[in-house]
């Protein structure tokens, strides 16, 4: 898979995020499923693109955190809250991690497994915040605002790999990335046009330095480290969405 095959694959799971977003009191089950099939993608190829050994335990620690994150993110009990389960959740794999390091068989390169897969876990335990921020903006009625961020980081991730210059692809990726999370932004829920820039800068860069971040590997070409690469910039923006759906007035 080339870069410019990998390019569609980000932004179709972010524009995924998009519709879900605005499917009404499901979308929480539904973007808690959307947020598994990505945390699926994620772990699949994480260990491929850092090439790291053991890659079967890796991947089966690094999806099931994320598909148990974003479960508890969607029926967090009263007794803690969701971000709390989350945190328990990362905490459980990161122990998992370790467990799956000392029942290796081959023993080499056991810090760089054991880091990448600790790293991996964090990834995709946090893309469980796309639920708490899309179950808390239909709670606020502010659903448009989870939407306006995903349509941005959908432009930003397929402009970020066009074929132009370098420095003017990224320039042009900001821009068009902000410029769609604060038109869309301001219209949808009438957020005040600074602070819905801030927002969108805050997406497009965050998404445009994790996609080059991820896709800058060796490997980064190759079928299944493409699919770590096309998840993982969508994966780490639900914390942007989360904290612009509980600080933005």
């Known amino acids: ?48 693109l850092l090439e790291l050994p053991s890659a079967l335990g890796t991947r089966i620690v690094i999806t099931t955190v994320g598909i148990a994150g974003a479960a508890v993110a969607v029926s967090a009990p009263e007794r803690f809250t969701p971000v709390s389960g989350i945190l328990m959740v990362c905490a459980i794999g990161v122990f998992a991690a370790f467990v799956q390091q ?45 939407a306006s961020i995903t349509a941005g980081l959908a432009a930003t991730l397929l402009l970020n790999i066009a074929p132009m210059p370098a420095t003017l692809r990224f320039v042009v990726a900001l821009a068009a990335g902000t410029g ?37 590997s060796l490997v980064a070409k190759e079928p299944l480290p493409s699919l770590a690469v096309g998840a993982v910039p969508v994966a780490t923006i639900g914390v942007v969405a989360h904290l612009a759906v509980i600080l933005i007035p």
């Open 1 to 48: 898979m080339t870069a410019p095959e990998r390019a569609p694959l980000s932004a179709a799971l972010a524009l995924l995020l998009t519709l879900v977003s605005l499917t009404g009191p499901a979308s929480p089950v539904l973007m808690g499923i959307a947020v598994g099939a990505i945390a699926l993608l994620a772990g699949i190829g994480w260990p491929n």
């Open 102 to 146: 000392m029942l290796r068989a081959d023993r080499r390169e056991l810090t760089a497994s054991l880091t990448g897969t600790v790293a991996g876990v964090f990834l995709t335990g946090t893309a469980a915040c796309w639920v708490i921020a899309q179950v808390e903006a239909v709670q606020l009625g502010r659903e448009g605002l989870v």
């Open 180 to 216: 769609i999370t604060a038109l869309l932004a301001t219209s949808l829920t009438g957020i005040a046009l600074p602070i819905a820039i801030g927002a969108g800068l805050l997406t497009a860069i965050g998404a445009a330095c994790t996609q080059l971040l991820v896709g800058s």
